[in-house]
Structures are given as structure tokens and as C-alpha cells.
């Protein structure tokens, strides 16, 4: 018996949107991480991109546990000396709340040239519309 191994031009990935609105944030990531690696097919091959495109709406409306929305920030480091600058939560939420999603699930994806190609399939919204309707995504509930 062989074991059977996907190949790039055999598969043909699909498109889901999901509704971030009052989701768990780290239980959606991993969601859309198993998604974008292709973990819920048969035929998921690790050295392959055998995943799907994930269009996420509502992305400021995603929700946290416990005391994360006033202890959690995010730093940032511009490679000057003293150059940290941390951001809040409600912060973030102002200014890009896709890049909370994106950050989330980016630290599931292993680190490597794959992970980088299939974060490229993560579309990530602040509101409820999106440019993506004719690729005719399928709602995914979770």
C-alpha cells in the first residue's frame, strides 16, 4: 500500500467566510490555521499548500477572554535603539483590527516559506462587507 501525497496542481482550493462577531479569538484562529493549511481535508499533505482561502468579516468585533482586553499589547520595534512601542488592545481595534486575527493566526502557521504562502489566503475585514463575493465564498459556522 502506498501512502497517498497531494500535489500543487491536484488541488482546488475553495473559499469560506466566516463571521468573527463574539468568536473566541484564539479558538477561531486555529479554525482558520486548519483551514489555510488544509488540516480538514483527506488528502492533507504537510509539504504541501493543500489549503483554502478564508475571507473573515467582523474582525473588530472578535472577543477575548479573561483580563486580555485591558493586560494584552502588542509590541513593535522600529530597529532603532529604544525604538519599542507597544499597543493596547482597544488600540489596535481602533487602528487595524484585522492585524489581531492576522497576528493570531499567523503564530499557529509553522515558520517556514509554506506558512508565508498560505497567510497569503487569509482575507481579513474590519465590518460585515467584503470584495470577495465572486469567488462565491461558502459561510463556514464554527
Known amino acids: 500500500m502506498k501512502t497517498f501525497l497531494a500535489r500543487k496542481e491536484t488541488v482546488a482550493p475553495k473559499w469560506y467566510v466566516i463571521d468573527a462577531k463574539d468568536q473566541v479569538l484564539g479558538r477561531l484562529a486555529v479554525k482558520i490555521a486548519n483551514i489555510l493549511r488544509g488540516r480538514h481535508r483527506p488528502t492533507y499533505t504537510p509539504h504541501v499548500d493543500t489549503g483554502d482561502f478564508v475571507v473573515v468579516i467582523n474582525a473588530e468585533k472578535v472577543a477575548l477572554t479573561g483580563k486580555k482586553e485591558d493586560q494584552k499589547k502588542y509590541m513593535f520595534y522600529s530597529g532603532y535603539v529604544g525604538g519599542e512601542s507597544y499597543r ?13 486575527i492576522q497576528h493570531a493566526v499567523k503564530g499557529m502557521l509553522p515558520k517556514n516559506r509554506l506558512a508565508r504562502q498560505m497567510l497569503k489566503k487569509l482575507k481579513v475585514h474590519a465590518g460585515t462587507d467584503h470584495p470577495h463575493e465572486a469567488q462565491k465564498p461558502e459561510p463556514l459556522s464554527l
Open 88 to 100: 493596547s488592545i482597544p488600540e489596535m481595534r481602533r487602528r487595524r483590527p484585522e492585524f489581531i
